[in-house]
């Protein structure tokens, strides 16, 4: 019979005597590699220097943006909209999640200024500003941009919303974000400055750009990245040397490095070719395909799986929970999580197995845990496994703890939308 006072003991020592691994992986061990898709093409000519890939469809994620500004420009240069007008942040627009600049509800931005941190920031709270701005709100928006699609023969893309954020229907092609960074180039020649700011300021403080390209290739002059997690790492990057000039499209890269190296590799070669003649970028064709998710990839996450409950809102249980599998490798944690809680389940009193991301030092990790425990059954099953098994056959958590575990996996997604 175990006293309150050491019950409660145990309580702490098996919440906190299961620590992370003592020595952490020296490397991701995530693949790097997805179904990456490279197009490059002549700025001044609109000749494809190569194509790899370029008509299949991918999730845009933040290369979305281009079009809402595309969008916001050609309202500016109609005479109907100003940069100077003053936008009242909404709830909608204060609530987003991902890449923000941190604009809060009752807020007053410019026009000129929300686009600014959109390009420069990624900032999703400063998308959904300018859209319902122009449109009245963030849906109307996202049919204009369709439209404006349409019109300028992006034949493959779709835009349900104006910052990126995955959603059925929201779709594009290499082929179509490089006929979008044409137009732009073209069309609006004097916000091309937007693209090229290493940063920009809001409340005094300067913000760097989130495009790392800008700072790391010679001759670059923008655009714009786009991550999530069912994207991938993209980028559409303009740059000019020696009186040539070129746009590259990278789609589904699987890191933020594997996108700067492809990139900064398909734009040196761009540079250095001489476009053959007859091969317009028209001439790429747009393929029907579902875009692919790339969220095992780019974020070591299973699509549809356990650790997607938490970011549709899926309850969890009520209770206290068990963790009994750690670690960066997601299929090992699942193998020892379904062992663990066929062998205990009956004394658990059943139990439901979820796993969840853990974000540490760089890397994700992954929690195999039991939840929606009772109390005695959690704390005197533990206490016996680890007598047992040895002290690091499970971890204790409170309800507490297992809502902070399930806050850093949504903290973590909502960070990683960019």
Known sequence: MISRTGKLLAIVSLAFGLAAPAAAPAADARPADGPLV?????????????????????????????????????????????????????????????????LRTGESITLGAALKAMIVRSGNDAAVAVAEHLAGSEAAFAERMTAEARRLGMTSSSFRNAT?????????????????????????????????????????????????????????????????????YNLVAVASRGGRRAVAVVMGAGSSAQRLATVQGAMERALRTE?????????????????????????GIRSGGLGAQVAAGRPVPPGWALEVAFGVDRSKVARQLATVHRELSSRLGGGTALIVLK?????????????????????????????????????????????????????????SAR
């Open 38 to 102: 490279v197009l490059t093409v002549d700025a001044l000519t609109g000749t494809v220097l190569s194509d790899q890939g370029g008509g299949r469809p991918h999730h845009p994620a933040s290369l979305t943006k281009m079009m809402t500004a595309y969008v916001a420009f050609r309202a500016v240069e109609a005479g109907k909209a100003s940069l100077d007008a003053v936008i009242a942040v909404s709830p909608a627009a204060a609530s987003q999640g991902g890449s923000v600049l941190g």
């Open 359 to 415: 974000p540490r030092d760089g890397l994700l990790r992954y929690r195999g845990l039991i939840v929606g425990l009772a109390e005695r059954r959690a704390v005197d099953t533990c206490l016996a496994e680890r007598a047992r098994v040895g002290e690091e056959r499970c971890l204790v958590l409170t309800p507490v703890m297992l809502n902070g575990a399930l806050e850093d996996e949504r903290r973590f997604r909502m960070i």
């Open 275 to 299: 476009p053959a003649p007859g091969r317009p970028l028209a001439a790429v064709v747009n393929l029907s395909d579902p875009p692919p998710d790339l969220s095992m990839q780019a974020c």
């Open 164 to 232: 990126g954020m995955t959603a059925a229907g929201h779709v594009s092609t290499p082929r179509d974000m490089a006929v979008l960074a044409l137009a732009i180039e073209r069309d609006f020649p004097g916000f091309r400055p937007i693209f090229a700011s290493r940063d920009t300021t809001w409340k005094g403080r300067s913000l760097p750009s989130v495009n790392g390209f800008l700072a790391n290739f010679p001759g670059a002059e923008g655009m714009k990245t786009g991550f999530t997690c069912p994207a991938g």
